[in-house]
Antibody, heavy 122, light 107 residues
C-alpha cells in the first residue's frame, strides 16, 4: 500500500522556522515528482511547492517564494519542506502529495498524506 | 495565475439524487483539469483527471466533462459517502491552482 506520512508540524512564533518531513512507502519514490499543498483552517486547498524526481527543478507559490525550500532524499524516501520567516497566514494543514505522472507537468496529485498542522502564533 | 470559480458553493441533495458541479476557469486550461473529493478531517482524493478520466478505484457514478473554460463533475446517484467538499484543479499553467470548492450536503 502506498503511504505518505507527514511530521514536523507544531506551534511556532511569527518569524520562526519549521521543517516538515514526509516519509514515503509502498512506491518507487525516486520516480515521481512530489509536492506540498496546504489548507488554512476552514479554507480551500493551496498548492505550495513542487520538486522534480532528481531535485533539479523546484517551484514555489508566490506566497512562499524566498521563505520556503522544498527538498527530497531519494535514498531515504523522504520529502522535506523548510519553512522560514513564518507568518500567521502560513497557519494551515500541510499535505505531502505525489504527482500522478513522472514529469513535473503532470501536476495532478493522486496520493496524499494525512497532513501535519502548522500554527503560527505568538 | 488562472482563477477557478466553482458553483454552487453549496448543493443540498438527498441520497439517490444526482449532482452537477461546475468549475469555470479564467482562461482556457484545455482539458488539464482535475476533480478532488475531501471528506471532513481527511485528505483530498483524486477523482477525475484530464477533465474526464476517472482515477484508479473511482466508482463509475462519478464522471467529468468539459474543455477550455467550462467543466462539470456529475455524480449520477449520491451515496452517503459522497456528501463531501469537491475541488477542481488546473495544471495547464504554473502555478497549479484550485477552485474554492463546492460542498455537497445532505438535504
Amino acid at each position: 500500500e502506498v503511504q505518505l506520512l507527514e511530521s514536523g508540524g507544531g506551534l511556532v512564533q511569527p518569524g520562526g522556522s519549521l521543517r516538515l518531513s514526509c516519509a514515503a512507502s509502498g512506491l518507487t519514490f525516486r520516480s515521481y515528482p512530489m509536492s506540498w499543498v496546504r489548507q488554512a483552517p476552514g479554507k480551500g486547498l493551496e498548492w505550495v511547492s513542487g520538486i522534480s524526481t532528481s531535485s533539479d527543478i523546484t517551484v514555489y507559490a508566490e506566497s512562499v517564494k524566498g521563505r520556503f525550500t522544498i527538498s527530497r532524499d531519494n535514498s531515504n524516501n523522504t520529502l522535506y519542506l523548510q519553512m522560514n520567516s513564518l507568518r500567521a497566514e502560513d497557519t494551515a494543514v500541510y499535505y505531502c502529495a505525489k504527482y500522478k505522472g513522472s514529469a513535473m507537468a503532470s501536476a495532478y496529485m493522486d496520493v496524499w498524506g494525512k497532513g501535519t498542522t502548522v500554527t503560527v502564533s505568538s | 495565475e488562472i482563477v477557478l470559480t466553482q458553483s454552487p458553493a453549496t448543493l443540498s441533495l438527498s441520497p439517490g439524487e444526482g449532482a452537477t458541479l461546475s468549475c469555470r476557469a479564467s482562461q482556457s486550461v484545455s482539458s488539464y483539469l482535475a476533480w478532488y473529493q475531501q471528506n471532513p478531517g481527511q485528505a483530498p482524493r483524486l477523482l477525475i483527471y484530464d477533465a474526464s478520466n476517472r482515477a484508479t478505484g473511482i466508482p463509475a457514478r462519478f464522471s467529468g466533462s468539459g474543455f477550455g473554460t467550462d467543466f462539470t463533475l456529475t455524480i449520477s446517484s449520491l451515496e452517503p459517502e459522497d456528501f463531501a467538499v469537491y475541488y477542481c484543479q488546473q495544471r495547464s499553467n504554473w502555478p497549479p491552482t484550485f477552485g474554492g470548492g463546492t460542498k455537497v450536503e445532505i438535504k
